[in-house]
């Protein structure tokens, strides 16, 4: 399993990123995917997640501002994030997501940091 994130910055509030995520050695055109994130302190959230199908669901502190999408060709799932807030800030990473937002796989890659400043 290798999951290679990209993508973070530093941006004021109300900004955008768009974060990447290349997988290999998973199935991943049969695989849910999701992006997660844990800031300072706080347990690891799922954020986002997409399945096969491309079916998107998101936590309610994202939702309207963040939009997932998957290629499944190219094994690379995206995050759009809009209207970024300093509560954003976070490491954030993918993976698998199996039932509700358990992850698929032990392990993880490095994540990507995003910082919004206010």
């Known amino acids: 399993v290798q999951l290679v994130e990209s993508g973070g910055d530093l941006v004021q509030r109300g900004g955008s990123l768009r974060l990447s995520c290349a997988a290999s050695?998973?199935?991943?055109?049969?695989?849910?995917m999701g992006w997660y994130r844990q800031a300072p302190g706080k347990q690891r959230e799922l954020v986002a997640r997409?399945?096969?199908?491309?079916?998107?669901n998101y936590a309610d502190s994202v939702k309207g501002r963040f939009t997932i999408s998957r290629d499944n060709a190219k094994t690379t799932v995206s995050l759009q994030m809009n209207s970024l807030k300093p509560e954003d800030t976070a490491v954030y990473y993918c993976?698998?997501?199996?039932?509700?937002?358990?992850?698929?796989?032990?392990?993880w890659g490095q994540g990507t940091q995003v910082t919004v400043s206010s």
């Open positions: 993976n698998g997501v199996i039932g509700t937002m358990s992850p698929a796989f032990t392990s």
């Open positions: 050695g998973i199935g991943f055109s049969t695989l849910t």
């Open positions: 997409i399945t096969p199908g491309g079916r998107t």
